[in-house]
């Protein structure tokens, strides 16, 4: 095949493309050629040589002892009840392998630069197409292997390959069916029920509307989300709330959800309408509730309605009212689903 | 090269013909040991992304070992005094317990962590180095792709590997795709169900991203890096532009012994100074975060630094602009940042075949361009890092905005002004000063280069000293690629089709301010004006004293020499 090669190489006529818009002047400046070698101290006097070869050999022997260091530090620094030795024994063993490491790194370097041949060198470059004899025959082969096959002239053959070919991967994305149920339904709902009281997160105590002062922020998940042994995560993913009185004068309500707080506390979803972080960041004397992750800011004085920032829709409100003990309860659950818009909202 | 009767010739030259009796390596040896790569600080960049990601493979595969990624709930028991009791999931324990209990644990996590951020960012240098210098053009164009590829590779690796410890900020990074993944139109919210195996955050998403990022994505990486190799050595490296450097060969020193040395040895230098940076600097300190709960607020953090700009993108998609048509919710501040970023990363990808179309160059290029030479690109490649630079800046508006005590609507409002207002200024302040460089080479090659000795002339007159240059100099200024627009030509068939006046329009754009190469006629006259002139004199009286009649000799010497 090589042979072949060469010798095609040495018959095929040296192929030569366009340059397009390029512009060839007729009377462009010469190449001059390599410039001459300069020669290194290494090379022109033996001091410098030996020199540059103990320096060689010295960095070569400091990566040892690095190495070795290295061994005595991961016994001599052990990780105790103590946390500060979790760092001595991160620094020294690492201080080690870096001398281990650097100091074959920079003696091989050391080593090419200063004794290995400096004078560079020329090598001579082929066009990535293969020549003319190559190209003629592989196109043979082509051709031939068509011709045998029958691949170009038996459509039915191909024709019903090329609809297998097409259809065998569709299982492949069918098996990905059962990675997970689809919970689109899920993401209407949430834990608040009717009567669920709102307790603080995360100690779990109950809140006593008399407790919540004018100003004040309570970080709220829905009574007994703590004790859950299973979905706790999924389930405060979408009920966390955050809790806020206002001096009513500030609220600006529409009247149709004006039931939904009560004297002033308003309670709103703390899942970002855009790609569900948790909002609660609250302003106090702006009455707005900013998300940390991607700054959309939210007026709790309006419903929660978007001021700035990425956000679309208002954070939902969570109805609530008291119950007969005095206790902040869930009216019902939230009336429009929590968290990132998706399609069939 | 006779390598079957060579006994005792030397220590490598008998390991070598004890292998070569086995496997037949001379053959690859003699195809490959002299192989000449060019020199540059510059072509270091792809190293040390490569030689980054041999150092994930190996601090990884340590890491494995210990990390069990499962979202079982657990009470934490380890050494970690402030998290003693608390809840959290097995993968957020084992994190800790390597950090806390296994000797030279954090040291891996920290030489992972950095060395992930490293590759990233050294593919990312290198990819522009390569867009600067022209290095995509042919035969390169595909190498190209692949690199982009393995940028984006890079890009899933880092995502994947950081959502894996379950800590507070990963999981609210993960959060954030969910939110992402259910914006999409039609199939969001199955999608997300799927990816979660259920409702976020379920049980199921690290073990699935451990497979990705343990297994598949590495696979692909090794897989493309090595065809992006592959294609190295059958192009052989491009150089930059110099005397004795051209599009038919290749100057520089040889793989064997040089560049065994000096690569291997950089291979090291690289490793060292990772485990230095790991053993020196925490990063991710994970147990100050706490395992991952959906509603604790962690302001002002920050993802991996490459991930930042579709963050950035995120944050800068204005209010309000979610439609709600035909009874389904169009996530548009969703859709439309996903898009840019699409965009953007197809663009990239698909540039060297756009700049080809344009100047219809079919030739093999293997002289690097110095970015001057090149203003369009050069200006085009700033408008882009410009652009990129901008969404990665929007992911810290928060920081910036507290840290320089502005408002944080008008950091964000300046940032959404910015991507549109900065890439243009960088595209013309890029071009100009491209051109500008280019100006100031011509010059420096017909009149040789300011020595800043002024010297008086008999009649009185003041004049500066110009040196000219050697031949070498010089070639390095004029060695580059001319091209010039095109009209709109009509084909065979007589017709003027859209894609030609396009075509036309695009070669204004990139060729229509344009500095040849200074010819030698033009050098010439240039030498024949100054012997016209009293500022020759000048020159004269110096030159004889360090190259004796220098100018003249260097106009003959370079057509002899060729």
Request: some cysteine; proline content about 6%.
């Amino acid at each position: 095949m090589s042979n072949q090669g060469k010798s095609a190489a040495k018959g095929g006529a040296e192929h030569t493309y366009e340059g397009g818009l390029a512009v060839i002047p007729a009377d462009a400046i010469k190449d001059p050629g390599l410039e001459p070698h300069r020669v290194r101290m290494t090379d022109k006097s033996p001091k410098h040589e030996r020199a540059a070869v103990r320096q060689v050999a010295s960095l070569f022997v400091l990566s040892f002892l690095g190495s070795a260091f290295s061994i005595y530090a991961y016994f001599a620094f052990p990780i105790t009840d103590d946390l500060g030795s979790v760092r001595s024994n991160t620094l020294f063993l690492g201080l080690g392998i870096t001398l281990g490491l650097m100091g074959i790194g920079i003696g091989a370097v050391h080593w090419a630069k200063t004794l290995m041949p400096d004078a560079e060198v020329s090598e001579e470059r082929h066009q990535a197409r293969s020549s003319e004899a190559d190209r003629a025959r592989a196109l043979e082969i082509i051709k031939l292997a068509d011709e045998e096959s029958g691949f170009s002239r038996r459509k039915l053959i191909r024709r019903s390959l090329y609809t297998a070919l097409a259809a065998f991967p569709i299982p492949a994305i069918f098996f990905f069916a059962d990675l997970g149920k689809d919970q689109t339904n899920n993401l209407r709902h949430t834990m608040w029920k009717a009567g669920t009281r709102l307790v603080k997160d995360p100690t779990g105590t109950p809140i006593k509307a008399s407790d919540v002062t004018v100003g004040s922020v309570f970080h709220v998940v829905p009574d007994g989300l703590v004790e859950l042994e299973e979905h706790m995560l999924e389930e405060k993913a979408k009920a966390a709330v955050l809790l806020v009185r206002l001096d009513p004068a500030d609220l600006k309500e529409d009247p149709a959800k004006a039931s939904w707080s009560y004297d002033g506390i308003v309670a709103y979803s703390k899942i970002c309408t855009h790609v569900g972080c948790p909002v609660a960041l609250y302003e106090q004397h702006t009455h707005h509730l900013l998300c940390p992750c991607h700054q959309s800011t939210f007026d709790v004085t309006e419903h929660c309605k978007v001021v700035f920032g990425p956000a679309s829709r208002p954070l939902p409100q969570l109805p609530i009212a008291v119950d007969s003990e005095g206790y902040l309860v869930a009216q019902s659950d939230f009336n429009e689903p929590v968290g990132p818009s998706f399609w069939e909202r | 090269m006779s390598t079957t009767t060579a006994k005792k010739q030397g220590f490598l030259a008998d390991r070598a013909n004890f292998l070569d009796e086995r496997v037949g390596v001379a053959g690859i040896l003699k195809e490959f040991g002299r192989k000449v790569f060019p020199d540059h600080w510059s072509f270091m960049l792809g190293e040390v992304a490569l030689y980054s990601f041999l150092v994930l493979l190996l601090s990884g595969t340590f890491l494995t070992f210990f990390f069990q990624p499962a979202q079982t709930d657990v009470i934490y028991n380890g050494v970690f005094g402030p998290l003693k009791g608390a809840h959290m999931s097995v993968a957020y324990e084992s994190t800790l317990n390597i950090s806390f209990e296994v000797r030279g644990g954090l040291l891996m996590r920290q030489v992972h962590h950095w060395a992930a951020l490293l590759f990233v960012a050294a593919a990312g240098l290198h990819l522009l180095r390569v867009f600067f210098t022209g290095a995509f053009r042919k035969p390169r164009e595909i190498n190209w792709v692949v690199g982009v590829v393995l940028f984006v590779l890079g890009m899933g690796g880092g995502f994947t590997g950081y959502s894996l410890p379950d800590d507070l900020l990963s999981g609210n990074g993960l959060r954030i795709i969910d939110g992402m993944i259910k914006g999409v139109p039609v199939i969001g919210a199955y999608i997300s169900s799927l990816l979660f195996g259920g409702e976020f955050p379920g049980e199921a998403i690290v073990a699935r991203l451990y497979g990705l990022h343990i297994l598949l994505i590495p696979a692909m990486i090794l897989v493309f890096i090595v065809v992006h190799l592959f294609m190295v050595v059958i192009h052989k490296h491009t150089h930059y532009s110099g005397p004795g450097r051209k599009d038919t060969n290749v100057v520089g020193y040889p793989l064997m012994p040089v560049y065994v040395a000096k690569a291997g040895g950089f291979f090291f230098i690289v490793f060292g100074v990772l485990m230095l940076i790991a053993a020196t600097i925490t990063i991710n300190p994970v147990w100050n975060y706490g395992s991952y709960d959906p509603s604790p607020v962690s302001a002002g953090t920050q993802p991996d630094w490459y991930i930042g700009w579709a963050d950035g993108a995120l944050r800068l998609a204005p209010s309000h602009i979610e439609t709600y048509w035909f009874g389904y919710t169009w996530s548009w501040n969703i859709l439309l940042p996903i898009l840019v970023l699409l965009v953007f990363l197809v663009l990239v990808a698909v540039y060297p075949f756009i700049e080809q179309w344009v100047t219809g160059d079919e030739r093999e290029h293997h002289v690097l361009d110095r970015p001057r030479n090149a203003p369009v690109r050069t200006a085009i490649g700033a408008a882009g890092v410009v652009f990129y630079a901008v969404l990665w800046a929007g992911a810290g508006t928060d920081l910036i905005a507290t840290n320089f005590k502005l408002s944080l609507n008008q950091v964000l409002t300046s940032m959404q002004i910015l991507l549109f207002v900065g890439p243009v200024v960088a595209f013309i302040v890029t071009k100009r000063v491209c051109l500008s460089l280019q100006r100031k080479d011509q010059a420096i090659v017909l009149h040789g280069r300011e020595t800043g000795r002024i010297i008086r002339l008999p009649h009185g007159e003041y004049v500066e000293v110009h040196e000219p240059l050697n031949e070498f100099e010089m070639w390095k200024l004029v060695d580059f690629k001319d091209y010039k627009p095109t009209l709109a030509r009509p084909n065979a068939e007589g017709k003027i089709t859209v894609g030609a006046r396009v075509r036309a329009a695009f070669s204004r754009f990139y060729f229509e301010d344009r500095i040849a190469p200074v010819t030698a006629g033009e050098l010439e006259a240039a030498h024949e004006h100054h012997g016209g002139h009293d500022d020759h004199a000048i020159e004269a009286p110096k030159a004889e004293k360090k190259a004796p009649a220098k100018k003249p000799a260097a106009k003959k010497a370079a057509p002899k020499k060729k």
